[in-house]
């Protein structure tokens, strides 16, 4: 099964690609690898969660906000590429949490972003990562991940 149809079945829905808001582009391609600029919880220009992880939000709702992300580095990865089924693989997710130092579930939280490479590629979702506890994040969003893919020509 394709990667599109693999979405489509899921009924998984993506947001519009957001605007970079600094001096970056959403994606960065040398030959087979595809780096996506990490993105935060955003739906359609909305960051929809705000705030400290362990404070303000529980981790279940950070990894709502983790998945949120996912779901805009899948939209920028089919704008990069046309469709998801050039995927070869993901090969790493970079995720950050905004918490106080305190707080050591951020592996945990970032699992929303990782179980939704998995729901969609399957086998090919299998990646490296990072998941760090921040001080802050952009427009004081509660999670930020970015990715790093294979691609087919």
């Not at 605007?19 to 994606?27: D, E, G, T």
């Not at 790493?92 to 939280?109: H, I, K, M, S, T």
Request: hydrophobic share 45%; glycine share 10%; aromatic share 6%.
């Amino acid at each position: 099964m394709s990667f599109e149809a693999r979405l489509a079945q899921l009924g998984i829905e993506l947001p519009r690609v957001p605007a970079p808001i600094a001096n970056f582009i959403p994606s960065r391609r040398d030959g087979a690898i595809l780096l996506l600029s990490g993105q935060v919880c955003e739906w359609n220009g909305e960051v929809r969660y705000v705030g400290k992880v362990g404070r303000e939000l529980d981790v279940a709702t950070g990894q709502s906000a983790a998945r949120m992300c996912g779901l805009n580095l899948i939209a920028a990865l089919r704008s990069a590429l046309g469709t998801l089924d050039r995927v070869r693989c993901c090969l790493r997710l970079g995720g950050f949490v905004n918490c106080d130092p305190a707080f050591l579930e951020a592996p945990r939280v970032i699992n929303g972003a990782s179980d939704l490479m998995h729901e969609i590629f399957g086998e090919h979702g299998a990646h490296a990562r990072t998941a760090v506890g921040v001080a802050a994040l952009p427009r004081g969003a509660a999670v930020e991940v970015d990715a790093i893919f294979a691609v087919h020509d």
